[in-house]
């Protein structure tokens, strides 16, 4: 077959090279189903793995992308046909399993989920791991009980992928939402999401975190971990919920008990990669139905395959707004 290209990542002497090479199919891992692929997108952990800003590639080399969509070409599994549209987000994708950053991927069916109807290949990754890990979010706080009666819900890392996301749902299904962000020239973007109120991190005194202090929040998605996160579970309602999905500014977490035994505050932990199939194919249904943003082309721009390299630096820099889908339709 004609060779086609990727974008491969590699670790040679403990540093990570990164670049586009030429590959064809006998050279992509084992799996059921071959799909053409029509987009990827940009997460943070591509970027972590591109750069070798952080321990993320599993195997010597590996092409790139962690979420693709597209056509299927091949399939020996009985639940995928010749020109399904699916997608794959997750699982091994791009660190120890050759992802999305190719022309085609060849996967295991049981990681594939067919796009649902009224789903473009496009939307798919304009979602990606960010929106299915936003989405997953807000499926497990309403699992236990958040409701739009109960309060606001309060998104930090609003800009980013997930947050941006996470807002814009939100308010789509009734909730009263504050953005929280350390960029006060995003505000009206923000605002046009969906966000009621925009706060910013510089006015939270982050040094001096109570216990329990003003409870204030039904509802929480948190993307950075550290003191932000241990100010959102002093502030929480009684009964409030919070969905934990990032470490982009700490692993850490300081806190005390008392948001836990004393308002009975939930602390969700968010695993999109293993995310059980059940679970995943009702997320994307809720994303393409109830949950779907209504600035959905607003928040995400596209780019060619030639010009993913440069948006990895932007990424671990944070001048990324919202979503970035890749083309790779020549």
Known sequence: MDTFKAFKISEVEKRIQAGFVDCTLDDLDSGDVVVRVAYSDVNYKDALAATGKGRILLRPECIGGIDFSGTVVLSTDARFA???????????????????????ARVPADWLVKIPQGMALWEAMAFGTAGFTAGLGIVRMEANGLKPENGPVIVSGA?????SIAIDSLARLGYQVVALTGKAAETDYLMRLGAKEVKLRSDLDLAKIKPLDRAMWA?????????????????MKIGGTIASIGLAASHTLNTTVMPFILRGVSLLGIDSVNCPMPVRQEVWRRLATDMHPAHLKELARTIPFDDLPGAFDDFIAARIRGRVVVDLNP
Request: no cysteine; aromatic share 8%.
């Open 82 to 104: 010749k020109g399904d549209a699916v997608l794959a987000t997750g699982y091994d994708l791009g660190v120890k399993h050759h992802g999305g950053y190719a022309a085609y």
């Open 159 to 163: 800009t980013g992928g997930v947050g």
């Open 219 to 235: 509802g929480a998605v948190d993307s950075l971990g550290g003191d932000v996160l241990a100010w959102m579970a002093s502030t």
